[in-house]
């Protein structure tokens, strides 16, 4: 694993991920028109501090941020509202929200930013339901950070974070300064050790399900299998999944098809997080 442009960049790629990218936009602009919807709704003045919402309804049981791909300097939320309709379906108002990219903002701001959308988004439901944060790549890496922000301190308990889906994280972000990323990411070895929640990881955390797709570069696997033992060591509840079959774009596929060994991880981390 020593090559970490291939472990991180070359070695994830798949010549068939153009066409899924447009399978997703396809769906995407399907979840828009058969939906209850609210697009680009500002929790900042900067300009891609936008989140969608998606209202799951007066039963809801629960609030799901999501926070997407694209290694914090590429891609946009409109790209992945597919993904919304199946986490409605399990009672789930969605919150997809969007974030400041590098090297425009550094990492460290960039995560700061995505903590201001927390409110913005609590806003707009009961105050009483539970909040789960769940992401993908760098997403996952954004929604462990928000696992480990001292809500409380910052004036804000409700935004206790109550269970993590972390699809295909990165939580140790040393390795990435040794690649073509850091053109932008503009790390070095102190900056990576801040950022990275493998080395903040504490007691009395949430439950958190670390999923990857089986068919990933093994440093990518290695990531998840990593946070998933540091938080086990603190005494926290962790689920480490790989799908079978499934790469770093197609495990979206199966976080949304009925029946998938990954969705039925998904139900049980939300059944133990919002019950």
Known sequence: M?????????????PGFPALFEEFERHSAEAVRGGACELDLRYGMAERCTFD???AGPAARGVLIYLHAGYWQWRDK??????????VRRGLHVAMVNYPLCPTVSLADLTETVRTAVPAVLGRVDAALPLVAMGHSAGGHLAMEMALTDWTAR????????????????????????TSLNENLRLDAHSAAAASPLYRAAPDGPPLLLAAGADETPAMREQSRRMHEVWLAMGNPSVLHYEPDADH????????????????????????ALD
């Open 2 to 14: 020593s090559d970490a442009e291939f472990q991180y960049l070359t070695g994830q790629a798949r």
């Open 53 to 55: 919402f998606f209202d």
């Open 78 to 87: 409109a790209g992945f509202r597919f993904i919304a309709p199946a986490l």
């Open 155 to 178: 004036g804000l308990p409700m935004a206790t974070v109550a269970g993590v889906v972390a699809l295909s994280g990165l939580y140790d972000l040393a390795p990435l300064a040794q």
């Open 249 to 272: 774009f197609s495990l979206l596929q199966r976080l949304v098809a009925p029946r998938s060994a990954l969705g039925q991880q998904v139900d049980l981390l939300l059944d133990r």
